[in-house]
Protein backbone atom coordinates (compact mmCIF):
# COMPACT_ATOMS: atom_id res chain seq x y z
CA UNK A 1 0.00 0.00 0.00
CA UNK A 2 1.51 3.23 -1.42
CA UNK A 3 0.15 6.18 0.50
CA UNK A 4 0.14 10.02 -0.92
CA UNK A 5 0.26 13.16 1.04
CA UNK A 6 0.21 16.43 -0.57
CA UNK A 7 1.15 20.01 0.59
CA UNK A 8 1.48 23.27 -0.56
CA UNK A 9 -2.12 24.59 -0.93
CA UNK A 10 -3.16 27.68 0.01
CA UNK A 11 -5.34 31.60 -0.50
CA UNK A 12 -3.58 33.42 -3.22
CA UNK A 13 -3.98 36.72 -5.51
CA UNK A 14 -5.23 36.08 -8.99
CA UNK A 15 -1.96 36.50 -10.76
CA UNK A 16 -0.26 34.88 -8.02
CA UNK A 17 1.84 31.47 -7.92
CA UNK A 18 1.46 28.50 -5.77
CA UNK A 19 3.57 25.10 -5.53
CA UNK A 20 2.30 21.70 -4.77
CA UNK A 21 4.20 18.93 -3.79
CA UNK A 22 3.21 15.24 -3.41
CA UNK A 23 4.86 12.61 -1.38
CA UNK A 24 4.56 9.10 -2.06
CA UNK A 25 5.64 6.26 0.53
CA UNK A 26 6.78 3.85 -2.66
CA UNK A 27 7.52 3.88 -5.91
CA UNK A 28 4.80 5.27 -8.57
CA UNK A 29 5.08 5.06 -12.01
CA UNK A 30 2.87 7.46 -13.23
CA UNK A 31 2.13 10.45 -11.16
CA UNK A 32 -1.21 13.06 -11.77
CA UNK A 33 -2.78 15.94 -10.56
CA UNK A 34 -6.49 16.39 -10.50
CA UNK A 35 -8.12 18.93 -9.41
CA UNK A 36 -12.12 19.50 -8.40
CA UNK A 37 -13.94 22.55 -7.98
CA UNK A 38 -17.34 22.84 -5.88
CA UNK A 39 -20.19 21.46 -8.66
CA UNK A 40 -17.59 20.25 -10.55
CA UNK A 41 -16.02 17.04 -11.93
CA UNK A 42 -12.57 16.19 -11.10
CA UNK A 43 -10.62 17.16 -14.05
CA UNK A 44 -6.88 15.75 -14.87
CA UNK A 45 -4.55 18.80 -14.73
CA UNK A 46 -1.29 17.30 -15.55
CA UNK A 47 0.46 14.25 -15.74
CA UNK A 48 4.39 13.11 -15.47
CA UNK A 49 5.63 9.27 -16.01
CA UNK A 50 8.94 8.29 -13.98
CA UNK A 51 10.01 8.00 -17.81
CA UNK A 52 9.56 11.99 -17.93
CA UNK A 53 6.18 12.36 -20.62
CA UNK A 54 4.50 15.10 -19.78
CA UNK A 55 0.71 16.05 -20.12
CA UNK A 56 -1.22 19.22 -19.18
CA UNK A 57 -5.12 20.03 -19.18
CA UNK A 58 -5.10 22.94 -21.99
CA UNK A 59 -6.75 24.81 -19.48
CA UNK A 60 -3.28 25.11 -17.77
CA UNK A 61 -0.57 24.71 -20.40
CA UNK A 62 1.80 27.83 -20.31
CA UNK A 63 1.36 28.58 -16.54
CA UNK A 64 1.63 25.18 -14.51
CA UNK A 65 4.37 23.16 -14.97
CA UNK A 66 4.67 19.13 -13.35
CA UNK A 67 8.05 17.79 -11.97
CA UNK A 68 9.53 14.48 -10.62
CA UNK A 69 12.10 13.79 -7.95
CA UNK A 70 11.88 10.25 -8.57
CA UNK A 71 14.82 9.35 -6.01
CA UNK A 72 12.60 11.36 -3.66
CA UNK A 73 9.15 10.19 -4.67
CA UNK A 74 7.79 12.87 -4.97
CA UNK A 75 6.05 15.17 -7.72
CA UNK A 76 5.73 19.10 -7.82
CA UNK A 77 3.10 21.33 -9.48
CA UNK A 78 4.09 24.70 -9.90
CA UNK A 79 1.50 26.83 -10.52
CA UNK A 80 1.88 30.23 -12.17
CA UNK A 81 -0.55 33.17 -13.25
CA UNK A 82 -3.05 32.02 -11.29
CA UNK A 83 -6.82 32.72 -11.60
CA UNK A 84 -10.10 32.64 -10.03
CA UNK A 85 -10.99 29.22 -11.70
CA UNK A 86 -7.80 27.26 -10.48
CA UNK A 87 -10.10 27.31 -7.20
CA UNK A 88 -10.61 23.70 -6.48
CA UNK A 89 -8.89 20.74 -4.62
CA UNK A 90 -5.95 19.57 -5.88
CA UNK A 91 -5.13 15.66 -5.73
CA UNK A 92 -2.53 13.75 -6.37
CA UNK A 93 -3.13 10.95 -8.24
CA UNK A 94 -0.27 7.44 -8.34
CA UNK A 95 -0.69 4.47 -10.51
CA UNK A 96 1.84 1.45 -10.10
CA UNK A 97 1.23 -1.56 -12.27
CA UNK A 98 -2.47 -2.37 -11.22
CA UNK A 99 -2.62 -0.11 -8.60
CA UNK A 100 -4.19 3.06 -7.67
CA UNK A 101 -4.03 5.48 -5.18
CA UNK A 102 -5.29 8.60 -4.23
CA UNK A 103 -3.86 11.54 -1.95
CA UNK A 104 -6.15 13.52 0.68
CA UNK A 105 -6.14 16.66 -1.65
CA UNK A 106 -5.29 20.56 -0.98
CA UNK A 107 -7.24 23.44 -1.03
CA UNK A 108 -6.22 26.15 -3.41
CA UNK A 109 -7.94 29.14 -3.22
CA UNK A 110 -7.79 31.91 -5.72
CA UNK A 111 -8.91 35.00 -4.63
CA UNK A 112 -8.46 38.76 -4.02
Known amino acids: QVQLVESGGGLVQPGGSLRLSCTAS?????MVWYRQAPGEERELVAT???????IYADSVKGRFTISRDNAKNMVFLQMSSLRPEDTAVYFC?????????WGQGTQVTVSS
Open 93 to 101: FGNAGFRNY
Open 26 to 30: GSIFK
Open 48 to 54: ATNSGNI
